[in-house]
Nanobody, 123 residues
Framework: QRQLVESGGGLVQPGGSLTLSCLVS????????VAWFRQAPGKARELVSC????????NYGDSMKGRSTISRDDAKSTVYLQINSLKPEDTAVYYC????????????????WGQGTQVTVSS
């Protein structure tokens, strides 16, 4: 069974940092990219970052560029997202997703999604 399971979210103060994890399992066919998106209430889902599994190339959306780092640990089948200098406007549900093709800005192009992990930035 194909599964993406996010973890690591929580309540953090402004200026703080978090590392989110996405455990990927059950894929019998290789996927080529894993992305992190986020969605705040009443807003569209937007790309935070994406990594191409074949060559490790990374892409970052405008929303957290310079404040986020995506990485992967193939031995653990996990993709990480480190987010820094958090602001209240970063409050959202953060999702990981996969697709067989290259990274994309567009959520609708991704095939499989996790359930998300809530990040709340508040003092």
């Amino acid at each position: 069974q194909r599964q993406l399971v996010e973890s690591g979210g929580g309540l953090v103060q402004p200026g703080g940092s978090l590392t989110l994890s996405c455990l990927v399992s059950g894929f019998t066919v290789d996927f080529n990219s894993v992305a992190w998106f986020r969605q705040a209430p009443g807003k569209a889902r937007e790309l935070v970052s994406c990594i191409t599994t074949s060559d490790g190339k990374t892409n970052y959306g405008d929303s957290m560029k310079g404040r986020s780092t995506i990485s992967r640990d193939d031995a653990k089948s996990t993709v990480y997202l480190q987010i820094n200098s958090l602001k209240p406007e970063d409050t959202a549900v953060y999702y990981c997703a996969t697709r067989r093709l290259m990274c994309s800005l567009y959520a609708y192009l991704f095939d499989y999604w996790g359930q998300g992990t809530q990040v709340t930035v508040s003092s």
